[in-house]
């Protein structure tokens, strides 16, 4: 306790990465310095703190001879570390003085409060954290030996996947287990992981104290271990006559397993589907097993010419792991015995096709056979090398799915329709589900992740919220889920931190993977995307499409265009649908406008409203690269769609708009209709297309400025600010400054408009705020500066065509403005 007495913040959980690093010695150094040349030694230590700080968004707590460290990210809190130690070497170096520090990084939830003013100014600290994650934290720290970094298996899993952030910190890091230790005052064992810089060696195993102990079994301690040796050595002989080793599985952490059907020997149905999704639930709590996808076994039965439903018995599951590397098989059965059930797992090894080892649970009647389930599922999962911390942080089988064997069939049935895309089958089953058991949350779940894929948005968060109050019988992992589509869908709000916390937690979560992928991409920050993309593009993940489009877009962005056209085609090829609008943008950014139109005249108008919109969006692309105005009024004419959401509708009147202020003598009434349709719509605050539709006015407001009407564009700004303001995705923030910056210059403040541009320019800022910033140096008269723009519109060509926000509405303007603005190009050859 802190002892405050004044206005506290009030207490709040959250998800944190903690550092504590000590400065070895530091007394002795100052001894032998002298206090003078110690304290310049200390402010430029403190200097290097603070520049390592904002480099990583780090957040320091405390300090004394060493750091107390926050962060948000892990990778963060890696990358600082690993520059703390390179900057200690190199303020030593210069004194021809050893410096070196020890460190501990941990994760996991603290309890976060700020201290009132009153309590700051007798001492107090600003921010107070607690939790049983920060004495994990120091207690690493203090097991370390001088120039050591230890960290925790929570932070080795969820970064070492990661390191590409890092950039050249991140080359060639080295890492090595130290096995288990316990420390002091914490019930359950740790493994513990070194990491070190490539340029570096690895210090010695840590040297274990009062507070930190190695976790060792009795059998392996010294005194014991010196009497097992003289007996085996007596019986080893005659052991080995007697029993031969049992067979098993190098099973490694978060290696692939198949789940095949369930073998019912009971004669009810009622366990056909349900005993297996009770397991897979089980075994989905683990993030030390991986479980092959229902999509993905399908698609590997499919590609070895067999129909992807088919039963999966032993034969067949084997053919699928040793097709997809799956390095076990688990077969379940269920067979009636003393009056009750039995239920077991076989464990397969998938290259001999022989059991290894069975695992089994005894249920005396119906309703305990999902509690049966739960104990085969923890002995498997202990049997195949998970620890303790790892089986005691899972929900109880009945309580992570359901006490009710009815509705756990009914739930199994509806994945199954699911995969095979019938989806109003799976919702009514799903409802069935939860008619059964109200307090069934996976499956309210599973209904709201139905309602967001038709975009019906509201619906979707009703059932969330049905979902979330129900949290304590989610598992953790859906946990994170649920609350990464609750920000999603919040008015207004930006899930890019849960879906983040989800993809680096469990780092096989191809969900998360994915969505922490697509909403970097939304904000421009591509290299960042990059690894999170790929990460999902993995052959296990048989909804890897997407992310490999997104990929192919990444790509794009930075001016790979021919290799954003391979990846593209090789979704083609894995989606068996030929190519979409996707594989058009590319052809236009590689100037192929005769191969560009053919595509479009193939692909035809569309299945549905969004495809015609794309359709369009991509014929309006073409036109305008080419600066081709006679294409454009073309494609606009040919446009029949009438789209049922009012959200396209504007979507589509926005595109007619942008063909007519860039190609007409002006859109005044369209974009004053607009500007009247929308703000009616963001009068519902509540609305949860609310992000998107303030995208939509912001281009309204634009494209009424560069029409020669600021004061539609004003008029605009100042009744929708609230809402605006209260938006807290960046993509929409930054798109507001590219707008207030278009207002200034419009108002002759050239000056202005620059100064609200520069905190966005971070490499992430949109295209048109250069577009703003060219005209800004010509209104000031300042040639270099316009030279210096038009070069940055023409190297970032590939980025014209890649942002996505507001469904790619800014995506013509900017093409437009690079062949108007841009340095002139010249064809690959040409002098």
Not at 394 to 414: D, E, F, I, K, V
Request: hydrophobic content about 45%.
């Amino acid at each position: 306790m802190n002892g405050d007495t004044g206005t506290s913040t009030p207490h709040t959980t959250q998800l944190r990465a903690l550092l504590f690093t000590d400065l070895c010695d530091s007394t002795l150094l100052v001894e032998r310095m002298g206090d003078a040349a110690a304290a310049e030694l200390f402010q430029d230590h403190d200097r290097l703190v603070v520049a390592l700080q904002q480099r990583w968004n780090g957040q320091q707590i405390d300090r004394s001879d060493g750091l107390f460290m926050l962060f948000e990210r892990p990778v963060d809190a890696l990358g600082f570390a690993l520059d703390y130690q390179r900057g200690l070497q190199a303020l030593g170096s210069r004194r021809t003085l050893l410096l070196r520090a020890r460190a501990g990084l941990h994760v996991g939830e603290v309890l976060l409060w700020n201290n009132s003013a009153e309590s700051i100014a007798l001492g107090a600290k600003p921010l107070e954290v607690e939790g049983l994650a920060k004495p994990m934290a120091a207690r690493l720290m203090q097991l370390a030996r001088p120039g050591q970094l230890l960290v925790s298996a929570a932070v080795e899993s969820m970064v070492r996947r990661a390191v590409d952030a890092l950039g050249e910190a991140g080359h060639g890091l080295k890492w090595r287990s130290f096995g288990r230790w316990r420390f002091k005052g914490v019930a359950q064992s740790m493994e513990v992981f070194g990491v070190h810089a490539a340029d570096s060696d690895m210090p010695s195993r840590p040297r274990g104290s009062a507070k930190a102990v190695r976790a060792m079994p009795w059998w392996r301690r010294p005194m014991v271990m010196t009497a097992q040796a003289t007996l085996v050595i007596a019986l080893v002989a005659g052991a080995w006559l007697l029993a031969r080793p049992a067979p098993a599985i190098a099973f490694a952490e978060r290696d692939w397993v198949v789940l095949g059907d369930v073998r019912n020997g009971t004669g009810e149905a009622v366990f056909d589907a349900s005993l297996r999704q009770a397991l897979l639930v089980g075994l989905e709590q683990s993030r030390h097993i991986n479980v092959l996808a229902e999509g993905k076994i399908s698609e590997s039965l499919e590609m070895a010419r067999v129909p992807g439903d088919s039963p999966l018995d032993l034969k067949m599951a084997v053919d699928v792991a040793n097709r997809e590397g799956a390095r076990a098989v688990l077969m379940p059965s269920v067979v009636n015995r003393a009056g009750g059930y039995d239920i077991a797992v076989d464990v397969v090894d998938p290259a001999t096709a022989q059991v290894v080892t069975r695992y089994a649970a005894h249920a005396d009647a119906r309703d305990g056979a999902i509690a049966a389930a739960g104990t085969v599922v923890e002995k498997l999962r202990g049997g195949l090398g998970e620890s303790m911390a790892g089986l005691s942080a899972s929900l109880p089988l009945p309580m992570a799915s359901t006490h009710n064997l009815r509705a756990l069939r009914a739930y199994a049935l509806a994945e199954r329709a699911l995969s095979k895309r019938r989806f109003d089958e799976a919702l009514q089953l799903y409802q069935s589900a939860v008619e059964l058991d109200p307090e069934f949350a996976l499956a309210y779940t599973s209904i709201a992740r139905h309602y967001a894929r038709v975009s019906d948005r509201a619906e979707a968060r009703r059932y969330l919220d049905k979902a979330l109050a129900l949290a304590p019988r989610l598992p953790h992992r859906e946990r994170l889920y649920v609350r990464g589509w609750q920000a999603e869908l919040e008015p207004g709000g930006w899930p890019l931190d849960t879906w983040r916390v989800l993809a680096g937690m469990y780092p096989d979560s191809f969900a998360g993977l994915s969505n922490t992928a697509w909403y970097l991409v939304l904000d421009n920050r591509f290299a960042e995307a990059e690894p999170f993309a790929r990460g999902a593009s993995v052959p296990q993940d048989h909804l890897r499409s997407w992310p490999m489009v997104m990929v192919g877009r990444i790509q794009l962005a930075r001016n790979d265009a021919e290799g954003a056209l391979a990846t593209l085609r090789e979704v083609a090829s894995l989606r068996g649908i030929g190519a979409d609008d996707s594989e058009v943008d590319v052809l236009v950014a590689l100037r192929r406008y005769a191969q560009a139109g053919q595509m479009l005249d193939s692909l035809g108008e569309g299945r549905d409203d969004l495809q015609k919109l794309m359709f369009l969006r991509a014929r309006m692309l073409l036109a305008a690269d080419r600066g081709d105005c006679s294409a454009m009024r073309a494609a606009v004419r040919a446009d029949t769609l009438r789209p049922v959401l009012v959200d396209y509708q504007i979507q589509r009147q926005l595109m007619h708009a942008t063909v007519a202020s860039l190609c007409e003598a002006g859109s005044g009434q369209q974009l004053a209709g607009l500007g009247t349709q929308l703000q009616a719509l963001l009068a519902d605050r509540d609305h949860p297309n609310l992000a998107d539709r303030t995208l939509q006015l912001l281009a309204v407001a634009y494209l009424a400025q560069r029409d020669g009407q600021p004061a539609l564009a004003a008029k605009l700004l100042r009744d929708n600010a609230a809402v605006l303001r209260a938006q807290k995705s960046p993509v929409t923030q930054h798109r507001l400054r590219v707008v207030q910056a278009m207002d200034a210059l419009g108002r002759g403040d050239a000056d202005g408009a620059l100064r609200i541009l520069a905190p966005i320019l971070d490499g992430s800022e949109p295209f048109q705020a250069h577009v703003v910033m060219l005209h800004a140096h010509q209104a000031r008269n300042d040639p270099a500066g316009v030279k210096q723009q038009q070069e940055w519109l023409t190297r970032h060509r590939g980025l014209a065509i890649a942002e996505v926000p507001a469904m790619q509405v800014w995506q013509p303007l900017n093409v437009h403005d690079v062949a108007t603005w841009g340095a002139p190009w010249s064809a690959p050859g040409s002098p």
